[in-house]
């Protein structure tokens, strides 16, 4: 079961890592060695990723979004982001239930050197986006020197 964040007058409260691991401890038994896989894996892999809950689960940006995962009745679901989830589909195949959603039973091993390289491969995408210029807005003058 996903707990979800609390809210206070209409504003989500506020999230960090020690909200995530308020949810790690919150999850059911069974999934919490997973979780805690998953958030050392996030860690190992982009360690200046904003930590933070969103839409009620764990979830990690580095330059744009990296990754959210959650813990459900028997399960946990990850939620990859981007190109690179497709990059490595067939990979995934077994444990896909959607396009971007992984499905791992509780007591099923994670394929963690797998989840290390789509994690990275998406790194390497937010990067790249971040490192191209953006346009500017139309009817955006610029500022004058």
Not at 3 to 27: C, D, E, F, L
Not at 84 to 93: D, P
Request: glycine fraction near 6%; charged fraction near 25%; hydrophobic fraction near 40%.
């Amino acid at each position: 079961m996903r707990k979800r964040t609390p809210v206070a007058s209409g504003k989500s409260a506020p999230s960090g890592p020690r909200q995530v691991t308020a949810y790690i401890s919150a999850a059911p038994p069974p999934a919490r060695p997973l979780l805690r896989q998953l958030r050392d894996l996030v860690r190992s892999v982009a360690p200046a990723a904003e930590e933070k809950l969103s839409y009620g689960m764990p979830y990690y940006s580095h330059h744009g979004r990296l990754v959210y995962f959650a813990a459900f009745k028997a399960h946990v679901g990850v939620y990859l982001m981007g190109p690179s989830k497709e990059q490595f589909a067939r990979e995934f195949a077994r444990w896909r239930s959607s396009k971007a959603t992984l499905r791992f039973e509780f007591g099923e091993r994670l394929p963690l050197a797998l989840l290390r390289r789509v994690l990275r491969a998406r790194v390497v995408e937010n990067l790249a986006a971040a490192a191209k210029p953006r346009p500017r807005p139309r009817g955006v003058k610029r500022a004058s020197k």
